[in-house]
């Protein structure tokens, strides 16, 4: 079981009520074991930081950003996010909310790869 900081839960419950459109659709597709049973979670603590879905059996995080991540300080504090879940065993695979509106299949079928079964 993956550490986790207590002090995040609150802000963990109010993301999870105020999801993205792209999250929303995304946990539309991943909720409920609909991928070959495996439970996801979102907005799951890790350490100091709130993922927007793991996968915990799979050791799978999914990040679905919005364009403020792709530069600046929050494309380097993302890196070391990134860093920190993966020195932790964990596989990080991000996308964007555009990948996720447009082109919803594409996403599943990555998703479904990285979890070693074709969707």
Not at 30 to 35: D, F, G
Not at 98 to 117: F, S, Y
Request: with cysteine.
């Amino acid at each position: 079981m993956l550490s986790y900081n207590k002090k995040l839960k609150e802000r963990s419950r109010a993301l999870r009520r105020s999801s993205t459109d792209a999250e929303r659709k995304l946990w539309s597709k991943v909720r409920a074991r609909q991928i070959k049973s495996w439970q996801f979670y979102r907005q799951k603590i890790i350490g100091s930081y709130i993922v927007d879905f793991c996968c915990p059996k799979a050791k799978l995080v999914i990040e679905v950003d919005g364009s403020q991540h792709y530069d600046g300080i929050v494309a380097r504090a993302d890196k070391l996010r990134d860093e920190f879940l993966m020195a932790q065993g964990l596989i990080v695979l991000r996308f964007s909310d555009t990948e996720v509106l447009t082109n919803t299949q594409a996403v599943i079928d990555c998703i479904a790869h990285k979890l070693g079964i074709e969707e």
